[in-house]
């Protein structure tokens, strides 16, 4: 026979979660922001080292 689930445990292993959540969601925060920082560099860096065109190579 299963036990009741005791409802202390429940409410530990909830509150348990949440912090496990409220950590994951300041780590995606803060990569969030940094990828933002990173696209707005995207048009200088393009300036700066313009990409060459691809030279395709003759088939042999």
């Known amino acids: 026979m299963s036990q009741p689930i ?3 445990v429940l409410a530990d292993q909830i ?3 949440e912090k496990e959540l ?3 969601e300041r780590q995606f925060k803060r990569l969030d ?3 933002t ?5 995207l ?3 393009d300036e700066q080292f313009p990409t060459e ?3 395709h190579r003759k088939p042999r």
């Open 37 to 41: 920082a990173l696209e707005s560099e």
């Open 6 to 8: 005791d409802r202390q």
């Open 22 to 24: 409220a950590k994951i």
């Open 53 to 55: 065109s691809i030279r």
């Open 15 to 17: 509150k348990l979660r």
């Open 43 to 45: 048009p200088v860096l």
């Open 33 to 35: 922001e940094k990828l």
